[in-house]
Each structure stands twice: as structure tokens, then as C-alpha cells.
């Protein structure tokens, strides 16, 4: 896998109103290959502050993505894998949904809305329900509001 | 197998931290906290709990050198050392003893600081003695002295959590005394107010009640400012200043022209801040006053700490618990070095070389004549060094070359001295310099006292054998007096040393190695059964009566103009300490900062078309460095913040030397530059 | 009572610490050592040494033993253990990084005291040689802990967000774990959290560490004990731990066979039987 390129200082841009966040997108090339597909699924004004990234497989992500991602000024982090029982690896996606499960815990712990990540097993590939469970994703990101402390 | 650990102090800074060394087949593999130390109660900051990473590195200077042709080789003790003595002996022949100066310590151990100073005075006959004090904390001394007649720490690190109230000025607290912010920290957590004062938006001021941003150089203006608002309101201790105080009136003149509209014109303050600033510190039972370089390295250090002493006094804050003045001492041993005696005027305990009592005794006690006129101070000694007056300088794990201010001038003095001698455990830009090095032992190789910022005596004692042939400072300077044929020089343990300090030292009377085993001593401690001392001047001032003196603003010598239109202002970073010999050969500090970096406000960086770390070019009227941007709002508009602690950037390059009159201390914290971007090479 | 107690534990340690070492099986006897009124961690060898051995300082202990056996390849030494460090010398063997072969456990009983000031639940090792186990008790916090977790989630960002803002990044709280004994630690890589920051970058430096310690923290609270700006790190580790066990059952340092519930056993834990091709 390529280097993880993370940009350092995005701006939270928009109103209240209009917030449009900011988005680090992980997906496995089994369930999806291409990223352009998954860039598409968002509504424009997110897909242009987003990132995405492919994985080997889901197993690949690593909760300091995530951690990373935020402090680094993203607003969500978006996990697309296969669904359980299709993982190319058996078991990566299992492991992963495990090691997400638990991270998510320790953000709420820690103040941090877990509905920040965004924890997507889909089976190959569906267009229509990926894209749905896309865009609700980041309505509910659109209420919860930036990431980054405004003070 | 084998493992065991070595109590000692901290080598970095004035906090004065507990460690543990842990030696495994004689070498250092760690340090770790100790857990009821008073001070440091189970923690440690990153520093020390790297301070062993420095001590085994392969730069240690192993072997003495001196200078043949251009280069610098090795050579053994007793060619190094006969020739120093030669060299010594001639020139204070030639030239008197006074063309002779010496550069102590503030990190070496107090039975070394002694011993020098012994060596200056008895053995060459002079009083040309300084060290770096003079650079950081000499206002404290000459102004507390003058207003309480004691110019140390007046309460205690642990008292600070006591206290109901803490303004803390001029001291970027959780990164250069992290012990002593922990302890902020705590009295706020207790429900103290805390309040910040510094030009630069710190760490510390993110977690204060009241953060107050005046501008560069106007201290006195905000202090008078303060206490003008306090006397209006009546809010200041009536009784205490009738009682215990003199000359309130002429102060009290003074302060009537600082109104809050004043105050503001020049320094920037608002008035209703100001007012609130005023109203907590004195309206609180038990306020402290906490402060470092940000109010003594200035033209005017000693009418800051004048000033803060005026307000201390005003407001009965000085003399009980939780309370007082609290100069935070830099280096691990400053306050030590001070204690011994390794200053101009004063030998030890703070006892005048012009007053002939003490001259009688030290000399009856050291069988020697020594010298009654006040020597001079390091600052005078680079330019005497530079006018060709001062033939000699011996010095002693001090690295003028990076620390003092106006870095060409001082390459110029070093270069022009006949003889140029350095002791110190790592090569750097002064050794580079001398004619004669002498490798010497760090903290961890050698036993003795060092005394931190709240004038509490501690142990350093020896975890592992000195590496290659570096002797221990005391036992170098012993070896040059035996050849240089004088007695007194005959100690065999540093024990001794103590005791003979201890004789001489009314506030160290009482203290003991043995007493130091088990018990926390502060100073003054005048007697074996004396428990030490927590806090000073309750009941009466050292001097008898505080005295108030009346201190009117000056503006700094160098402020910004047309030609260089950005303040200056210098300091220093968490990761790093001082000149670096000891921090940039530790991996863990090196890891988290390998280089400089100047703050610069990001609307400034914007005008000037600099993003952060794009190299820019610093200049003054002194010289030029190239150093990295970061932009930050700490630093506010028009001001740069350069840290002194990286050669490749030394931002002495461009200080001023122009100092206070009184303490002689550069104003490091103010001069003018203009900032460009550096022209890329590529 | 009390005073008796401690003499016998004192006594206790230093027979059973003489009867090893003269028997000439281990190559020391890793412990503490009163000087000065302070307790330090020393390794034993010899017998006259023994008259400064003391039970009563509290150290983390299970860090030494791990760099002890990773210095020296051969060789075995006794450690009096407290129950947490049995539970990290537990987790370190999990991760392999003791072979527990070499080391021979000296269960040392804390008192009523040592388990209060310590927030303790567990305050014995599985076989206590030293002393007398307290039993179960629980010294938690919990005044501390529910004001944690009945903060609202946006008091809770605001607490913790102010908090870690003290942080001067001085590594105690990962200098002090025995578990955190990585060769490369996260932490330490600029990749992950910026170098050079006071205080440093958040949420990347603690919240690293909080899921690193997830599944490995034994409750020492060594951590928040080391930490200079009151940061309370422990607190927010032994939440994190209560939601393991709540959801997954899961205690660490309890037996050195019970898996980390982030290490799904294939074919075991997981349903998984094949993807495509």
C-alpha cells in the first residue's frame, strides 16, 4: 500500500447551516476497486474536502487512521469492507469490524461522537444501498456538526 | 545479572527533581521518578527521564587537549595541567591578577563552584569571578537584595499549592520549570486563581484564569499600573506596610501617574483587565508571585524586580505560606553557584569581599591574602577580553559562545585572550576556542551538593565511574593549586569540601551530608538541629524593614523601527536545555526537536509570504541567521520569537548586549530585526 | 496490629529471598531496596544485601524484570510481585515479550492501606508467599468515575479536551507501564503525532494510547500517579477496561490463555469461511 498521505489543517468550511464535512474514506479493493466510484457516492460539496484510500482489505485499517484522521482536521472516517462471511482474507473483515467496534467505545469515551465512523459491510458491490447508506451517513455528520473544536 | 538504581538530582533545571539512575554492568540504562520526592513526587518531565542519554555518548571529552598549531590534541594530565599553571603564573606576573578571570559553573556542584572560587582568590589573587547567573537571574539578586536584603526564592516549590492567587510572569512555566507548573496547576485545581503575564500567548496561559498580554519591555509601567489601581481602591495592607516597610511614600508618588489609560498607552494592557488582574492578586490571603527571564533579562531587570517586589510588599504578600517572590532559577546548581560564592563581589552565603571581617576570616581560614575590590562580571570580562585588558579566562562548563549575547563580539574577546582555558564534559563552539581543555565528569560520575531554585540543598552522588580520563571538576582545580604550590587544596572526598563550605557559611552551618541523607534542608539553616527553612522574612526582612523603591518606566534600548521593524524576543523550548551540549546527543529530545524554529505570527508570515517551514533570514544590526518558520498566534503581531538553545540559529547572533546598569544582565528579551523569506537555492 | 503485620511481611520476604538466593537456583531476587527512607527496585545477589529489602514502596516492577531478561540471555531471577505485577507479567507474557520460565514469582499481599491509595480491586497475587491477601475489595474511584460517565458526550469532549491540553509530553504515563515496552512505540513516530508540540497533538497522543492499552491495562494506575499535570489517564483507562468486560468479558492480566478480544481466533470467534477468488 502507498504511503498514507493525510493533509494536515483542512478548514472546516460552510455555515452552520451548510456544514459540509470533511471525509477520510477507507475502502477494500475486493468489495470495490475503484475509488472514483466511492468518491461519487457523496454529495459533491463533501466529496471535494474528502479523501479516499484503498486498502487491501479491511483488516488493513488501523485505529490510528482514524485517530489521525481526525485530529488532522476530517470530520468522519468512513470504513467500506465486504460483508462478513465474503472477506477475500476469510477473516480481515472481522477482525476489523472487532478492532472498529472497540475504538468507536473508547471515542465515545473520550467526548467524541462515535457516529463519526462510519462502519460500511456491503456485498459486491452494491451501488444503490452503498450510496444510501452514504448519504445518511453524512446527514447524521452534517448534525453532529465539525469535528474540530471551534474555540 | 545485576541491576541497581542511584538517587541524584536532576541535571537539568532549578526545579531541583529527585531521579533514580539505573545501572545495569556499570553503565546508565534509564532514570526513573522518585516517588515522594518533595518537589517532583513521582514524575518526571521528558528531560529528565532522558538525563542519563548524554552521559556515555561518544562525544565526551575523554582526554585533555591542547592547542598546537590550529588543532586542538590529546595529550595527558600532567603536560596539560603544568602548562596552565605556567601560563596562569606568568601572566598574573605580567600582568596583575586581575587581568586573570574566571567563568564558574551553574551546573557543577556546589563543592566545585567552591573550589574555583577558592582557587580565583587565594591561589591568582583575584575577584574576577562570574558565571551565568549574571545573564538570567543577577537582577534578583541585586533587587531583592535591595528590597528585602536576601535575593533568593522567598518561599518554597511545594507552597505554591497553597496559595489562593499565582501571577506568573515572564516564565513559560510548563515548559521550562514543568515541575513547578504541575504545581500551578494543582492550586488551580484546588480552586486558586491563576494569572498569566507574558508577551507571548504560553502554554500555561491556555489553563489561567486571567491571561494578560503586555508589550515587550513595559513591565514596570503594568507592575506600577497595578499597584496604582490598588492603592486607589484601598485594597493594599495597611498594616504590614506601616509595620514592616520604608519609603512607601515616595513609592506611592510614583505609581499615582500609571493610571490604567497610561498603562495601556504603553503597554498595550486593558484597563478592566488590568483591574481584574489587580483585584484577584490582591484580594487573595495567600498570593505568589512567580517569575524568570521574561521580567530579569532586560535593561531595566532590576526595576522589574523592584516592582514586583513593591507589589508583593503592598499587599502583605511576603513572609508566610502560599505567598511571596519566587524567581524560578534556570540551571540545576544556579542558585548553588550563586551560594558559593562564585560572583564578583561576594564570596560565600553572600558575604561581601569589601567588608573586612569576612576578608579576615576567609583568609585566616584559607592561609592566604586575597583580594578586597569587587572583580568584574562576564559581560565586562568578554569586552575587557576584547580591549585586550583581560589576558586570561578559565572556564568552567559555561558556553559563552552560544548563551551570550552579540555572538561576533564574543568571538572576537575569546580570540584575543593569551590564554583560553576550558573544562567541560563535550566539545562545543567554546572549547573549539582554547588553547587548553580538561575533560571533566558529569553529574552522574561524581558526589556531591547542588541547591535548586527554592534554596534546597540535594545530593548528586556517583552511579558510574568517569568515563576515559575525566576527572571531577574540584579535583582538576586541587591538581593546578598543588603545582601552582599552595595548600588548601588537599581534599580527598567531597565531604570535606562541604565541611570546609559549611564553616564558612552561616546559612549552610546546619547542613550536614549526613543530615541530607534523610531530611529535606532548605537554607538558611545556621545550626545542626535547625529544621531549615520553608519561607523567608517572616516577621522581619532580611535587611530589617522592605524597602520600596520608586521605579519609572524606561522603554527597552532597541525597539522596532523603519529599518528593522520586528521585535525580537528569545527564549527557550521544553525539549531542549540551554546551549544543548547535553540535550542534542540525547535521542529522545533530538527526536522530538532536531532543530530551530522561529515563531512568527501567521498574519505577518502572510504579509511576508512565508509558510510554515519555509526558511527565512532573520537580521539585527548585530548579524544575521537563516531558521525555520512556524507560525503560531502565540507570538503576537510584529513580534518574532527565536529559541537560543541551536548553534546552526543562534539567536545571539542578533541580540544586543546592552545591559542593565545595575546587575549588568543583556536584554536578551528585546532588540529589532526584519524577517524575509530566504531566497531558495533551488 | 498493623506494625506487626508489616515487620512479618519484611521478615517473610527476606527468609524466602535468602533461602533462593543460597540456594544458588536464581541469579538474583529483583525487589526493593530501603535507602534512605526511600524504597528503590534492586536487583538482589547477595545475601548481606538482603537486610534492606522492603515490601512496602511501590514500583513497576514487571518493567524491570521484562529489560532484565531481555539484557541478559540466560539466567533467572526471583521477583516479589504484588498482584498487578503478576497481571503485567501476565499480559507481557501474552505478548511474548517474557518467557515466564525464567522468572520465579514471589507473591507478595498488599495491605488494606497499599490497596486504597492504589484504587485497587485486586490487591494479591494468585499465590501469595508474603503476607496475607486482603481478599477482593474495591478502591475505585467511583465518585471520579460517574462524574465521567454521567458527563453528557459533549462535557465529556470538553473534559478531556481541557485536560489533555495540560499534557508537556513527558512519556510517564508510557514510561511507568510494564506493558508499554514497545521497541517502536507509536507515540514516538512523527507519522502519528507531531513532534515537538507542547501539548501534543491531539487526539492522536492519547487516544493512541488508550486503544493500544485497551486490551492490555491491568489497572496499576501507575500512569496517573506518574503523570505531573493531574491528567487523569488511569481513570480513562479503567472505563475503557469496564467496557470490554462488560461487552466482551474480557479482564487482562487474568490468565495468560484468555485472549484479547481484538484478537479474533479464525474458525474459533469468527464466521468467516471464504471470499472470492
Given at each position: 500500500m502507498s504511503a498514507l498521505e493525510i493533509s494536515d489543517g483542512i478548514q472546516a468550511a460552510g455555515t452552520e447551516s451548510a456544514f459540509a464535512p470533511a471525509i477520510a474514506v477507507f475502502h477494500c479493493r475486493w468489495c470495490e476497486p475503484d475509488s472514483q466510484k466511492v468518491l461519487v457516492m457523496m454529495p459533491p460539496d463533501v466529496a471535494e474536502r474528502s479523501i479516499i484510500r484503498r486498502l487491501n482489505c479491511s483488516a488493513r485499517m488501523e485505529a490510528e487512521f482514524a485517530i489521525k484522521a481526525l485530529g488532522a482536521g476530517f470530520d468522519g472516517v468512513v470504513v467500506i469492507g465486504c460483508e462478513m462471511g465474503e472477506c477475500h482474507y476469510r477473516v480481515g473483515n472481522e477482525q476489523a469490524a472487532r478492532r472498529l467496534s472497540v475504538l468507536a467505545g473508547i471515542l465515545a469515551l473520550a467526548g467524541i461522537y462515535p457516529q463519526r465512523l462510519g462502519l460500511f459491510w456491503e456485498s459486491a458491490f452494491d451501488e444503490v444501498t452503498t450510496r444510501r447508506s452514504i448519504e445518511e451517513y453524512v446527514e447524521a455528520l452534517r448534525d453532529i456538526g465539525p469535528f474540530k473544536d471551534p474555540h | 545479572m545485576n541491576y541497581k538504581t542511584i538517587q541524584s538530582t536532576c541535571p537539568y533545571c532549578g526545579c531541583g527533581c529527585g531521579i533514580y539512575l539505573e545501572v545495569i554492568d556499570g553503565h546508565l540504562v534509564g532514570t526513573m521518578p522518585v516517588l515522594n520526592h518533595p518537589i517532583s513526587k513521582g514524575s518526571l518531565c521528558i528531560k529528565g527521564w532522558a538525563a542519563h542519554e548524554f552521559v556515555e555518548s561518544e562525544d565526551r571529552l575523554r582526554r585533555p587537549l591542547w592547542k598546537r598549531g590550529a588543532n586542538l590534541e590529546p595529550t595527558d594530565w600532567d603536560s596539560a595541567l603544568y602548562s596552565v599553571a605556567?601560563?596562569?603564573?606568568?601572566?598574573?606576573?605580567?600582568?596583575?591578577?586581575?587581568?586573570?578571570?574566571?567563568?564558574?559553573?551553574?551546573?557543577?556542584?556546589?563543592?566545585?563552584?567552591?573550589?574555583?572560587?577558592?582557587?580565583?582568590?587565594?591561589?591568582?589573587?583575584?575577584?574576577?569571578?562570574?558565571?551565568?547567573?549574571?545573564?538570567?537571574?543577577?537582577?534578583?539578586?541585586?533587587?531583592?537584595?535591595?528590597?528585602?536584603?536576601?535575593?533568593?526564592?522567598?518561599?518554597?516549590?511545594?507552597?505554591?499549592?497553597?496559595?489562593?492567587?499565582?501571577?506568573?510572569?515572564?516564565?513559560?512555566?510548563?515548559?521550562?520549570?514543568?515541575?513547578?507548573?504541575?504545581?500551578?496547576?494543582?492550586?488551580?485545581?484546588?480552586?486558586?486563581?491563576?494569572?498569566?503575564?507574558?508577551?507571548?500567548?504560553?502554554?500555561?496561559?491556555?489553563?489561567?484564569?486571567?491571561?494578560?498580554?503586555?508589550?515587550?519591555?513595559?513591565?514596570?509601567?503594568?507592575?506600577?499600573?497595578?499597584?496604582?489601581?490598588?492603592?486607589?481602591?484601598?485594597?493594599?495592607?495597611?498594616?504590614?506596610?506601616?509595620?514592616?516597610?520604608?519609603?512607601?511614600?515616595?513609592?506611592?508618588?510614583?505609581?499615582?501617574?500609571?493610571?490604567?489609560?497610561?498603562?495601556?498607552?504603553?503597554?498595550?494592557?486593558?484597563?478592566?483587565?488590568?483591574?481584574?488582574?489587580?483585584?484577584?492578586?490582591?484580594?487573595?490571603?495567600?498570593?505568589?508571585?512567580?517569575?524568570?527571564?521574561?521580567?530579569?533579562?532586560?535593561?531595566?531587570?532590576?526595576?522589574?524586580?523592584?516592582?514586583?517586589?513593591?507589589?508583593?510588599?503592598?499587599?502583605?504578600?511576603?513572609?508566610?505560606?502560599?505567598?511571596?517572590?519566587?524567581?524560578?532559577?534556570?540551571?540545576?546548581?544556579?542558585?548553588?553557584?550563586?551560594?558559593?560564592?562564585?560572583?564578583?563581589?561576594?564570596?560565600?552565603?553572600?558575604?561581601?569581599?569589601?567588608?573586612?571581617?569576612?576578608?579576615?576570616?576567609?583568609?585566616?581560614?584559607?592561609?592566604?591574602?586575597?583580594?578586597?575590590?569587587?572583580?568584574?562580571?562576564?559581560?565586562?570580562?568578554?569586552?575587557?577580553?576584547?580591549?585586550?585588558?583581560?589576558?586570561?579566562?578559565?572556564?568552567?562548563?559555561?558556553?559563552?559562545?552560544?548563551?551570550?549575547?552579540?555572538?561576533?563580539?564574543?568571538?572576537?574577546?575569546?580570540?584575543?585572550?593569551?590564554?583560553?582555558?576550558?573544562?567541560?564534559?563535550?566539545?562545543?563552539?567554546?572549547?573549539?576556542?582554547?588553547?587548553?581543555?580538561?575533560?571533566?565528569?558529569?553529574?552522574?560520575?561524581?558526589?556531591?551538593?547542588?541547591?535548586?531554585?527554592?534554596?534546597?540543598?540535594?545530593?548528586?552522588?556517583?552511579?558510574?565511574?568517569?568515563?576515559?580520563?575525566?576527572?571531577?571538576?574540584?579535583?582538576?582545580?586541587?591538581?593546578?593549586?598543588?603545582?601552582?604550590?599552595?595548600?588548601?587544596?588537599?581534599?580527598?572526598?567531597?565531604?570535606?569540601?562541604?565541611?570546609?563550605?559549611?564553616?564558612?557559611?552561616?546559612?549552610?552551618?546546619?547542613?550536614?551530608?549526613?543530615?541530607?541523607?534523610?531530611?529535606?534542608?532548605?537554607?538558611?539553616?545556621?545550626?545542626?538541629?535547625?529544621?531549615?527553612?520553608?519561607?523567608?522574612?517572616?516577621?522581619?526582612?532580611?535587611?530589617?524593614?522592605?524597602?520600596?523603591?520608586?521605579?519609572?518606566?524606561?522603554?527597552?534600548?532597541?525597539?522596532?523601527?523603519?529599518?528593522?521593524?520586528?521585535?525580537?524576543?528569545?527564549?527557550?523550548?521544553?525539549?531542549?536545555?540551554?546551549?544543548?551540549?547535553?540535550?542534542?546527543?540525547?535521542?529522545?529530545?533530538?527526536?522530538?526537536?532536531?532543530?530551530?524554529?522561529?515563531?512568527?505570527?501567521?498574519?505577518?508570515?502572510?504579509?511576508?509570504?512565508?509558510?510554515?517551514?519555509?526558511?527565512?533570514?532573520?537580521?539585527?544590526?548585530?548579524?544575521?541567521?537563516?531558521?525555520?518558520?512556524?507560525?503560531?498566534?502565540?507570538?503576537?503581531?510584529?513580534?518574532?520569537?527565536?529559541?537560543?538553545?541551536?548553534?546552526?540559529?543562534?539567536?545571539?547572533?542578533?541580540?544586543?548586549?546592552?545591559?542593565?546598569?545595575?546587575?549588568?544582565?543583556?536584554?536578551?528579551?528585546?532588540?529589532?530585526?526584519?524577517?524575509?523569506?530566504?531566497?531558495?537555492?533551488? | 496490629m498493623q506494625e506487626e503485620v508489616e515487620d512479618t511481611r519484611e521478615q517473610q520476604a527476606r527468609r524466602i529471598a535468602r533461602e533462593l538466593i543460597a540456594s544458588g537456583g536464581m541469579d538474583g531476587i529483583l525487589g526493593l531496596l530501603e535507602i534512605r527512607d526511600h524504597q528503590v527496585p534492586h536487583l538482589f545477589t547477595e545475601v548481606d544485601e538482603l537486610e534492606g529489602l522492603d515490601v512496602s514502596g511501590r514500583y513497576p516492577i514487571a518493567a524491570i524484570a521484562e529489560r532484565l531478561l531481555r539484557k541478559f540471555e540466560t539466567g533467572r531471577i526471583g521477583v516479589i510481585a504484588r498482584g498487578c505485577d503478576e497481571r503485567h507479567l501476565i499480559e507481557l507474557e501474552k505478548k511474548k515479550s517474557v518467557d515466564m520460565s525464567r522468572l520465579k514469582l514471589i507473591g507478595l499481599a498488599c495491605t488494606i492501606e497499599e490497596a486504597r491509595e492504589c484504587h485497587c480491586v485486586r490487591p494479591y497475587p494468585r499465590e501469595v508467599q508474603i503476607g496475607r491477601s486482603v481478599g477482593n475489595v474495591d478502591y475505585l474511584d467511583h465518585e471520579a468515575l460517574s462524574k465521567l460517565i454521567n458527563m453528557d458526550i459533549a462535557e465529556r469532549r470538553r473534559f478531556w479536551t481541557d485536560i489533555f491540553d495540560r499534557c508537556i509530553k513527558c512519556y510517564g504515563c508510557r514510561n511507568v507501564c510494564p506493558l508499554c515496552n514497545c521497541e517502536d512505540c507509536r507515540l514516538e513516530e512523527a507519522r502519528w503525532v507531531r513532534v515537538g508540540e507542547i501539548p501534543p497533538e491531539y487526539p492522536s497522543f492519547h487516544l493512541i494510547r488508550a486503544f493500544h492499552m485497551a486490551d492490555k491495562c491491568v489497572g496499576c494506575f501507575a500512569c496517573e500517579r506518574a503523570c505531573p499535570m493531574g491528567i487523569p489517564v488511569g481513570k480513562l483507562h479503567q472505563l475503557i477496561k469496564e467496557d470490554l468486560k462488560s461487552v466482551y468479558g474480557y479482564q487482562a492480566g487474568r490468565d495468560v490463555e484468555e485472549k484479547s478480544p481484538l484478537l479474533l481466533a479464525p474458525g474459533v470467534e469468527t464466521k468467516g469461511k471464504g471470499g472470492r477468488g
Open positions: - | 605556567d601560563r596562569l603564573t606568568a601572566i598574573k606576573q605580567q600582568y596583575g591578577p586581575d587581568s586573570i578571570g574566571f567563568l564558574s559553573s551553574a551546573k557543577c556542584t556546589n563543592e566545585e563552584n567552591y573550589v574555583l572560587m577558592k582557587f580565583a582568590r587565594a591561589v591568582v589573587g583575584t575577584n574576577n569571578i562570574d558565571h551565568c547567573a549574571r545573564l538570567c537571574h543577577s537582577p534578583t539578586v541585586a533587587g531583592l537584595a535591595r528590597a528585602f536584603g536576601s535575593g533568593a526564592m522567598t518561599n518554597s516549590v511545594p507552597e505554591l499549592e497553597e496559595a489562593d492567587c499565582i501571577l506568573i510572569t515572564g516564565s513559560n512555566t510548563t515548559e521550562n520549570h514543568p515541575m513547578i507548573a504541575s504545581r500551578i496547576v494543582a492550586a488551580r485545581d484546588r480552586g486558586a486563581y491563576i494569572i498569566v503575564i507574558d508577551p507571548r500567548r504560553i502554554h500555561l496561559a491556555n489553563h489561567a484564569d486571567l491571561f494578560l498580554q503586555p508589550r515587550l519591555g513595559t513591565d514596570v509601567a503594568w507592575i506600577n499600573g497595578m499597584m496604582n489601581i490598588i492603592i486607589s481602591e484601598g485594597w493594599h495592607d495597611r498594616d504590614f506596610i506601616r509595620d514592616r516597610t520604608e519609603n512607601f511614600a515616595e513609592m506611592r508618588q510614583t505609581v499615582a501617574s500609571y493610571t490604567p489609560e497610561r498603562v495601556q498607552e504603553i503597554s498595550g494592557i486593558e484597563p478592566h483587565l488590568l483591574r481584574h488582574a489587580a483585584a484577584m492578586y490582591a484580594s487573595s490571603a495567600r498570593s505568589s508571585l512567580v517569575y524568570t527571564m521574561g521580567i530579569t533579562e532586560h535593561t531595566t531587570g532590576t526595576d522589574n524586580v523592584l516592582s514586583l517586589a513593591n507589589l508583593a510588599m503592598l499587599c502583605g504578600q511576603v513572609g508566610k505560606p502560599g505567598s511571596g517572590i519566587n524567581p524560578l532559577r534556570g540551571q540545576n546548581n544556579v542558585q548553588g553557584a550563586c551560594d558559593m560564592g562564585a560572583l564578583p563581589d561576594v564570596l560565600t552565603g553572600y558575604q561581601r569581599v569589601d567588608d573586612p571581617e569576612t576578608i579576615s576570616k576567609f583568609a585566616r581560614a584559607w592561609g592566604a591574602n586575597l583580594p578586597r575590590e569587587p572583580g568584574i562580571t562576564v559581560t565586562d570580562m568578554i569586552d575587557a577580553a576584547a580591549d585586550g585588558e583581560l589576558k586570561a579566562l578559565y572556564i568552567m562548563g559555561e558556553n559563552p559562545m552560544l548563551s551570550d549575547p552579540d555572538i561576533n563580539h564574543v568571538k572576537e574577546a575569546l580570540s584575543n585572550l593569551e590564554l583560553l582555558v576550558v573544562q567541560d564534559i563535550f566539545m562545543n563552539q567554546t572549547t573549539e576556542l582554547a588553547h587548553v581543555v580538561f575533560p571533566a565528569q558529569s553529574y552522574a560520575e561524581k558526589a556531591g551538593t547542588v541547591t535548586s531554585t527554592d534554596r534546597r540543598v540535594q545530593r548528586v552522588r556517583k552511579a558510574i565511574e568517569g568515563v576515559g580520563e575525566a576527572l571531577t571538576d574540584w579535583e582538576i582545580f586541587s591538581r593546578l593549586a598543588k603545582i601552582m604550590g599552595a595548600k588548601g587544596f588537599s581534599y580527598e572526598t567531597p565531604i570535606e569540601i562541604f565541611e570546609e563550605i559549611r564553616s564558612l557559611t552561616p546559612s549552610y552551618a546546619g547542613i550536614t551530608y549526613f543530615r541530607l541523607d534523610s531530611e529535606e534542608l532548605q537554607w538558611p539553616c545556621p545550626t545542626e538541629d535547625h529544621p531549615g527553612t520553608r519561607y523567608l522574612h517572616e516577621g522581619e526582612f532580611t535587611r530589617g524593614k522592605g524597602a520600596f523603591t520608586a521605579v519609572e518606566w524606561k522603554p527597552p534600548v532597541e525597539v522596532a523601527d523603519e529599518d528593522y521593524p520586528f521585535f525580537l524576543t528569545t527564549g527557550r523550548v521544553h525539549f531542549h536545555y540551554h546551549t544543548g551540549t547535553m540535550t542534542r546527543r540525547s535521542p529522545t529530545l533530538n527526536r522530538e526537536m532536531a532543530g530551530a524554529a522561529a515563531d512568527i505570527n501567521p498574519t505577518d508570515a502572510t504579509d511576508l509570504g512565508i509558510k510554515d517551514s519555509d526558511m527565512m533570514t532573520v537580521s539585527s544590526r548585530r548579524g544575521e541567521v537563516k531558521i525555520r518558520a512556524r507560525l503560531t498566534d502565540s507570538v503576537p503581531k510584529g513580534t518574532i520569537f527565536i529559541p537560543f538553545n541551536f548553534r546552526e540559529s543562534a539567536a545571539n547572533m542578533l541580540t544586543i548586549s546592552a545591559r542593565d546598569p545595575i546587575a549588568k544582565i543583556p536584554e536578551f528579551k528585546v532588540c529589532a530585526v526584519k524577517v524575509e523569506k530566504a531566497v531558495s537555492r533551488r | -
